[in-house]
């Protein structure tokens, strides 16, 4: 099995593009390396919803539930209490894991659109949550987090690329093993893997877990690599779409083609910003003529090649 | 009095969500698709009704151009976001309602930006066709109010006619129970779907202008807006009518009750928190068939 996954090539060129990826700190900008930090947390958030997605075959509208519960947790608890960030960002990470389960235990038995109106109410409440709560969570204005990982950029950069580099290789490792290939049957005919002996929830329920496990993890991250948490970054559902939209772009069911859908979508962002309103209108176009035209994303698209010749 | 208030304030915003929702759950009836562009088309409507009565003071006219933007954007929707989908041999059948959800929602995205790039971020409010205020019960309410359920309910009413009384309806009717057994009986089904989808327009176009003459809108109303006729749709039972009007009052009192007894910033919660418990206890909503 081990072998298999070394024997993709796959898996080669992502190390190779991942070393020269460490070695950008030597000559580029602080500017771009913010920039590309910010990206590599956001590769996170969609590889860990492809798992949900492109395996699970479940739409997970609230991936902010889980980001928001791992930042939101880790950043009140440094706030009142400043314990080292490590115990910080183990706490948010176990809330989001938490959380996860309160939500999919019972949105599991709900199917299509139905689970995805349940993510997607579960956020709206995290949203009202925090905005009710200002005393504790800083409201609309926001929560300060008073320690950060490092003031160096290029330190804050090699962290970020490295623990995507390390939740891309578990979350592909996961997909290509037997148990990402049952999730995969469950997803695309429950029926069936049901009546081979496999136990759809559990294997369904355990997804979600590591997909929120990933997003509760580099949200926490985060916080502690943005020194504050807000609505506007972390919860509201816009920050979700884009989770979205990078996974979809990046070719659904490749984990690794969602991490360079998400890096993609945030280098354009700030590319296009200058144009204002229609930075947003250009990506969004973009990202609906890839689900048009190529609806199996970058990735995909590679993949689909190779295999033809 | 409060009694009177929150009782005619929610009527008018019940009715409102009602119509809204009426769209949207007979677009899921008869093509199963859930169109998440939704909000920004009733956004479309309302800001278009803005420019054009601004410019021009009619605000009759106005409001009929509004209805006939959303229209073209609805029928524009299905050729360019939803046809393509869902005649795609290259995405499974089982997965296209996932591409359908993420292609409508960046098209709806794509609308609400094209919207704050042209006529800014700014709330409009859209001048009302009828002024004055009447005093019912003791509660003095602009007229406009009253004139707004009026119409929701008028609209209700002719989709109503138009579903169980007409041939049109009937094919419409029958495509949603059995498209192939239409397409046997010589329908040529895409006609159907482009009246669906035209019907829908002109339903979402009319209450995006109402709501915009009664709440005004900007283009940061379109996620909230789908997001609760979404969840008032999937409260009454998707597919059924009748449930989502239900469900549109239930959403709509709950939500004046909360405005006016708390405070406007609970607004949705007790709405959102309902929609949870029924989600777990009747998983297919209130009026939801099997």
């Known amino acids: ?309 | 009095m409060l009694l009177w208030q929150i009782l005619i304030d929610g009527f008018a915003i019940s009715s409102l969500y009602a119509l809204g929702a009426t769209g949207f759950t007979l677009i899921f009836g008869v093509s199963g698709v859930l169109n998440l562009s939704h909000g920004s088309l009733m956004v479309a409507a309302a800001v278009a009704a803005w420019a054009l009565g601004a410019s021009f003071g009619g605000s009759y006219v106005g409001a009929i151009f509004g209805a006939l933007v959303a229209l073209l954007l609805s029928v524009v929707t299905y050729f360019l976001v939803v046809r393509p989908l869902q005649q795609t041999k290259r995405i499974r059948e089982e997965e296209k309602e996932i591409f359908i959800l993420t292609a409508t929602l960046l098209w709806g995205i794509m609308i609400q930006e094209a919207i704050a790039y042209l006529f800014t971020n700014n709330a409009k409010t859209v001048l009302p066709i009828v002024g004055g205020v009447v005093t019912i019960a003791g509660v003095r309410t602009p007229a406009n109010e009253i004139f707004t359920a009026a119409i929701c309910w008028l609209a209700i009413g002719a989709l109503w006619l138009l579903v169980n009384r007409t041939q049109v309806g009937k094919t419409v009717l029958a495509a949603s129970m059995n498209p192939r057994g239409v397409t046997l009986l010589g329908v040529e089904l895409s006609i159907v779907y482009i009246a669906v989808w035209a019907i829908y327009g002109i339903l979402a176009g009319i209450a995006g202008v109402l709501l915009g003459m009664f709440l005004g809108v900007s283009s940061y109303s379109a996620g909230p807006l789908t997001a609760s006729a979404f969840s008032i749709v999937v409260l009454g039972g998707l597919g059924s009518v009748s449930g989502s009007l239900i469900a549109a009052y239930v959403v709509g009192y709950l939500e004046t009750l909360t405005a006016y007894l708390a405070s406007p910033a609970y607004r949705t919660i007790p709405a959102l928190l309902l929609l949870v418990v029924v989600m777990y206890i009747r998983p297919r909503g209130l009026l939801g068939r099997r």
Request: net charge neutral; hydrophobic share 60%.
């Open chain 1, 1 to 309: 099995m081990l072998l298999r996954i070394l024997r993709s090539p796959a898996i080669w060129i992502a190390l190779i593009v991942v070393i020269i990826a460490a070695t950008l700190p030597l000559y580029v900008s602080g500017y771009v390396l913010g920039l590309l930090t910010i990206a590599y947390y956001f590769g996170v958030f969609s590889m860990a919803w492809d798992l949900l997605f492109g395996f699970a075959n479940e739409v997970n509208f609230g991936p902010t539930f889980l980001i928001g519960l791992g930042a939101y947790t880790a950043g009140i608890l440094d706030n009142l209490y400043q314990p080292p960030i490590w115990v910080c960002v183990l706490a948010g990470t176990s809330a989001a894991v938490v959380g996860g389960v309160i939500l999919a235990l019972p949105a599991l038995r709900l199917r299509g659109p139905y689970f995805g109106l349940t993510t997607l109410v579960a956020v709206l409440m995290l949203q009202n949550f925090v905005v009710v709560a200002a005393g504790l969570t800083g409201g609309e204005i926001g929560l300060t987090v008073p320690d950060v990982l490092s003031i160096d950029d290029k330190v804050n950069y090699w962290i970020a690329l490295g623990f995507m580099a390390i939740s891309g290789a578990a979350l592909y490792g996961l997909s290509r093993s037997p148990v990402g290939l049952i999730l995969q049957a469950s997803g695309q005919d429950p029926v069936q893997a049901a009546a081979l002996g496999f136990n759809v929830t559990k294997h369904k329920l355990a997804a979600f877990i590591v997909s929120a496990f990933f997003s509760g993890l580099a949200g926490a991250l985060m916080v502690f690599y943005l020194g504050a948490a807000s609505v506007g970054t972390f919860i509201d559902v816009t920050v979700g779409v884009q989770v979205i939209i990078g996974a979809v772009i990046g070719g659904r069911r490749t984990i690794l083609g969602a991490a360079i859908g998400a890096i993609f979508l945030i280098a354009m962002g700030e590319t296009l910003r200058p144009l204002g309103d229609l930075a947003t209108f250009i990506v969004s176009a973009m990202a609906l003529v890839v689900v048009l035209l190529f609806p199996s994303g970058f990735v995909g698209m590679i993949a689909r090649r190779r295999e033809a010749t």
